[in-house]
């Protein structure tokens, strides 16, 4: 009974295999304002620490390597949000570091998750090999096992020594690509196969961040499967989000039926004008160099606003950051906040 049919193994494999790929830069956006950029606390400031742990989950036999992001303790007792990252395929703990750095810079702690059945191995051995590793990568027993990796790891995490350090209520799940569908089925997408209900919901996440987040093909109606996922959602993309190879092809526009088959009336769609699949990864120039460096500002600024917002903070964090952006926003859409 697969939780991915085969129609989607084969879009999922296109769409997280473009990490792979050369895609071609789009031109370059218009400019942002000069001090967008210089707004961003530097990454490597002193205001939170990285730690590393090689966890392994007895039950699936299965090493599950994190990185945590962790805002520097100020000896009071005040708990922190926290995001859990699923990377995309071909990642691995250390990547999406312009956001698990800017999150913990800002108070929030940032869990990325390491996924050995699709991580950075994949590139490794016989480059002959590669196309068949990959599809691998992009089968059931993958997709399940991707989140029950977050399941677990979330569990050691607030187990452990730093547990107490996390505010419970304040708990986000985000991911990119492959790691986006990851996010969707841990926020509450529901697949139906021979009549039995694929649930895999973590009720402890109160909103998802959803980043170039590919379809689940082969179903005719995608809000069968995702009107299940009511918690705050943000779906970040752009124009040439664009996975293209000989067989395969998803459009920005897949990004953007997701938003749309979504369930919550709590939602947000931000669209760049430009970019690549790609440019959402800690990859340099991919996009356009100057149109990436901007796309990472305003990505790690919109995420941030989005979990303030969320968790009681400015209401009209999100309108400031659209206006701030705007020269480089082709689309931005958002649903009511109650």
Not at 117 to 128: I, K, T
Not at 160 to 167: N, T
Not at 177 to 187: D, I, K, M, Q, V
Not at 260 to 282: Q, V, Y
Request: charge should be neutral; charged fraction near 20%.
């Amino acid at each position: 009974m697969p939780i991915l049919p085969e129609r989607l193994q084969g879009r999922v494999f296109a769409a997280c295999s473009a990490l792979a790929l050369a895609l071609a830069a789009s031109p370059l956006a218009a400019q942002v304002p000069d001090d967008a950029l210089a707004s961003v606390p530097a990454t490597s400031a002193p205001a939170y620490g990285t730690v590393e742990f090689e966890l392994h989950d007895p039950v699936r036999g299965r090493a599950v390597p994190v990185r945590l992001y962790l805002p520097v303790w100020d000896g009071s007792s005040a708990r922190v949000p926290l995001v859990v990252f699923s990377h995309g395929i071909g990642g691995s703990r250390r990547g999406y570091s312009y956001l698990g750095s800017h999150f913990a810079a800002n108070g929030i702690a940032s869990l990325h998750v390491q996924h050995v059945g699709s991580d950075r191995a994949l590139w490794l051995g016989n480059p002959f090999g590669l196309i068949g590793r990959l599809h691998d990568a992009a089968q059931e027993r993958e997709a399940i096992n991707r989140v029950m990796d977050l399941h677990f790891a979330l569990d050691q995490l607030l187990a452990g020594e730093h547990g107490p350090r996390i505010d419970r209520a304040q708990i986000v799940v985000a991911g990119h690509s492959y790691g986006a569908n990851t996010a969707l089925l841990a926020a509450g997408a529901r697949v139906e196969r021979d009549g039995r209900v694929l649930d895999f919901r973590d009720p402890r996440y109160r909103a998802a961040i959803l980043i170039s987040a590919p379809p689940f093909y082969g179903e005719t109606d995608p809000s069968r499967i995702l009107r299940h996922v009511t918690v705050p959602t943000l779906h970040i993309t752009a124009t040439e989000d664009v996975i293209q190879i000989p067989g395969y092809y998803s459009g920005a526009d897949d990004r953007v039926a997701v938003f749309e088959a979504i369930g919550s009336d709590r939602k947000t769609l931000a669209m760049f004008t430009g970019g690549s699949h790609s440019i959402f990864t800690d990859r340099q120039g991919t996009g356009g160099l100057q149109l990436n460096a901007q796309v990472k500002a305003a990505t790690r600024e919109l995420a941030l606003a989005f979990v303030a917002q969320v968790f009681g903070g400015p209401g009209d964090a999100i309108d400031r950051w659209s206006e701030r952006y705007r020269p480089i926003v082709s689309r931005m859409v958002t649903a009511p906040v109650r």
